[in-house]
């Protein structure tokens, strides 16, 4: 059992660390329970009302109540070159509001994600020159959807002191700011289509398509939010950056919108890259890297699913004052062209330091089932919360539709956990 301490005011604070009281016993895992359907494909294939695992984010009131994070919803490849089929095509991107009871999870209340005017949004593409992915999305029957410039692929999440949310996504970047029923407050981008005016680095418009800003996060002082890129920047393109082992980090002040980008080295890039970040100090931080292979597999298994914990403390600020369109250069070579360790150095850049705290793999018993770990999120001084992606309980079936999701290792249909894992070691 994980145990947590809370201070009398009932705030997971860093002042009250040292005064903990009575403590919450957590399971090793509570799992979704009975999730609604959410449709059903042509095939009778079952659509569950699942897909929250994108990001977890702690209620800092109650330390049995988790915000998780769905993406822009159930979707396999179409049969034609760039075409993506949505299993609902009017699914809105949304954040549930869960209660862990033992090793149940129950979803307590849903939000949906809605724009400035209060309508709410769909997962659908950006038109071009907005955050486009170049996908063309279509409905189970075939019809063309369109394009959204609200639309949203959503993967990082925070709750902010206040009660509001903020959520990074995979197509711009966009950053998004919602107030506490789901409206849009700002959205942020490099475009600067979005609302408020301010901009992220044009960079980031470079991002790999559907590898966006996959993690978010905030500094425990509430100034900073902090995001982390999934994979290396087609930055200038994707012949130019293969192998290449160069995330970025950006931080973003939430006052000013001053921002600053750091380099994180991802361990090897065969790797689907890093899924979430979470915030320890200040200036340290987890990032959960991992591949996109089962746990407990017998076939093609998972080799890699750890997390680190990085320090910006002496990493070079990568930032282009000029904001060009591939950021700064070193000897005419974007940052992700130099690749590694070594390209790095000799351009007189230093990455972040990472250390690992915990391999999934390795650390959760019997086996970790999941292809995609996708929410980390540290309670108190030493638990570590991991949320995973159930992709909706299904997955592409190759043949312009789905099929059933099935975990190899339990031959169940995957749905929504939470990993509660206590450290040897605290990290705060």
């Known amino acids: 059992m994980a145990m947590l301490g809370i201070c009398a005011s009932g705030l997971l604070v860093t002042s009250c660390y040292d005064h903990l009281l009575p403590s919450v016993s957590y399971p090793a895992f509570s799992e979704a329970s009975d999730p609604k359907t959410l449709a059903v494909s042509p095939n009778q294939t079952v659509i569950y009302n699942g897909g929250f695992g994108s990001a977890i984010a702690a209620d800092p009131n109650d330390p049995n109540v988790f915000y998780l994070l769905t993406d822009r919803g159930p979707n396999a490849a179409g049969s034609a070159s760039g075409s993506i089929i949505f299993g609902k095509a009017d699914f809105t991107p949304q954040i549930g509001k869960f209660r ?62 206040d009660g509001t949310f903020w959520v990074s996504d995979e197509y711009g970047p966009h950053i998004v700011h919602f107030d506490a029923t789901g409206k849009t407050i700002e959205r942020i981008n490099p475009f600067g289509t979005g609302t408020g005016g301010r901009k992220l680095p044009l960079v980031l418009a470079r991002r790999r398509a559907n590898r966006g800003m996959e993690g978010l996060t905030i500094t425990p002082d509430g100034k900073t939010l902090v995001g982390l890129m999934q994979s290396p920047l087609y930055n200038p393109s994707s012949g130019a950056v293969s192998g290449s082992l160069v995330l970025r980090v950006l931080t973003f002040d939430i006052v000013t919108g001053a921002t600053k980008q750091y380099v994180y080295l991802m361990e090897n890039a065969s790797l689907t890259g890093c899924s979430e970040i979470a915030a320890i100090t200040n200036t340290t931080f987890l990032a959960l890297e991992r591949d996109g292979n089962y746990g407990g597999n017998s076939v093609n298994p998972a080799t890699f699913k750890k997390v680190f914990k990085f320090d910006l403390a002496g990493a070079t600020d990568i930032s282009d004052p000029a904001n060009g369109a591939g950021g700064m250069l070193y000897n005419s070579k974007t940052v992700e062209e130099l690749k590694d360790k070594a390209g790095l150095q000799s351009a007189g850049i230093v990455p972040v330091t990472k250390t690992l705290v915990f391999d999934l793999l390795t650390g959760i018993s019997p086996v970790y089932p999941h292809d995609k770990a996708e929410g980390i999120a540290l309670i108190g001084n030493n638990i570590l919360a991991i949320s995973n992606d159930d992709d909706f309980g299904v ?8 099929m059933a999701k099935i975990l190899p290792a339990t031959s169940t249909v995957d749905k929504n956990r939470i990993y509660f894992v206590t450290l040897p070691t605290p990290l705060r």
């Open 100 to 161: 862990v009871d033992g090793g149940k999870l129950t979803l307590e209340e849903t939000i949906l994600l809605k724009n400035a005017a209060g309508q709410v949004l769909t997962g659908l593409p950006n038109p071009s020159g907005e955050g486009s992915t170049g996908e063309t999305a279509y409905d189970l029957l075939g019809q063309s959807l369109g394009t959204s410039a609200d639309g949203l692929d959503s993967e990082g999440l925070v709750r902010d002191s």
């Open 395 to 402: 997955v592409d079936n190759g043949a312009n539709g789905f």
